[in-house]
């Protein structure tokens, strides 16, 4: 996990918030967390989507898998404080609130509408709440690249729709195993990457004590699913190669060796195109505990 900086709230939602702010505030007081968010639009989510994988470098705010554009059906707006939980719903739409998740560990379906289904019954066919279907997108022209936002409730006949039901209960992760468990350490946390270790088996761990730090980890299946310690292990693996190098080059000047690998971190640490390496987090705690050592 790393440290993300937020930017100031987007246009489109502080737009967004101004337009709806008299029906907003009579939700508030009628409505839980949940219902609330159902009232945002789907083309306002996904441009907040956006805007939240761009500010993250198009990674996972959690696990660090790379986030894109192209399967934004993969991504969810995340609730640092759950909005499942009532005492946080006034935070359902505060900008420092909202991360970008994958779906840990699902997999798309494609489903063909029928006549006589709702949405409550297509939910209920692929064992996900109706909220789940928020995020739908629905395939044009037969082609599994070309998708568009859409609203659910405009359900037709032959709508071919993408839905990402929840991968099984060994294998979810991040926003999809948290629901409404707390996150102790966070990615809003400026220290939270001087938590995370890791094993030979690409497995988190910490030489830390604190019982939040295991909590975190449990309740966001960060260790749990078998491809994303496999990925884990793959990144620490290179950047224990990377190291090796750069001693073979360098070793015998201590100073230069460091300066080297501070080098390597500024780079992993550094977006190309926006875009910041898959686990680049992983790299750099490895390069840190080599200077460290």
């Known amino acids: 996990m790393r ?11 502080s737009v967004w918030k101004e337009e709806n702010k008299e029906v907003l ?13 159902k009232f945002m639009d789907s083309k306002t989510k996904t441009q907040l989507k956006i805007t939240l994988m761009k500010e993250q470098g198009y990674l996972c705010c959690y696990c660090g898998k790379p986030l894109t554009k192209e399967k934004i059906h993969h991504v969810t707006i995340e609730h640092l404080d759950a909005k499942g939980t009532d005492n946080n719903k006034l935070r359902v739409y505060d900008y420092f609130n909202l991360l970008a998740s994958c779906k840990g560990g699902s997999v798309i379906e494609l ?13 209920n066919k692929y064992g996900v709440d109706v909220e789940h279907l928020e995020d739908a997108y629905i395939m044009t022209d037969f082609d599994k690249q070309n998708l568009k936002s859409y609203n659910p409730e405009d359900l037709k006949v032959g709508d071919r729709i993408v839905i990402v039901p929840l991968a099984n209960g ?3 992760h991040c926003n999809i195993k948290r629901d409404n468990k707390p996150v102790w350490k966070h990615p809003l946390q400026e ?3 001087t938590y995370f270790r ?18 975190t980890v449990n309740n966001l299946g960060l260790n749990d699913n078998q491809i994303l310690n496999q990925d884990r292990k793959r990144i620490a693996e290179q950047a224990d190669i990377l190291l090796r190098r750069l001693y073979e080059l360098y070793g015998a000047d201590k100073e230069n060796f460091i300066e ?4 390597l971190i500024l780079k992993y640490e550094s977006p190309d195109d926006g875009k910041l390496r898959p686990f680049s987090f992983v790299s750099v705690t490895v390069l840190e505990q080599r200077i460290n050592a």
Do not use: M
């Not at 890791?198 to 909590?215: A, D, L, S, V, W």
């Not at 080297?260 to 080098?263: D, P």
């Open 3 to 13: 440290y993300i900086e937020k930017t100031l709230e987007p246009k489109e939602l």
């Open 25 to 37: 505030q009579e939700k508030y007081q009628n409505e839980s967390g949940k219902d609330l968010w």
């Open 191 to 193: 220290d939270v990457a």
């Open 260 to 263: 080297k690998i501070k080098t």
């Open 170 to 172: 060994n294998e979810q």
């Open 111 to 123: 489903h063909k509408v029928e006549a006589g289904e709702t949405l409550e019954s297509i939910a």
């Open 198 to 215: 890791y094993n030979r088996e690409g497995e988190i761990i910490t030489k830390n004590t604190e019982e939040e730090f295991f909590q």
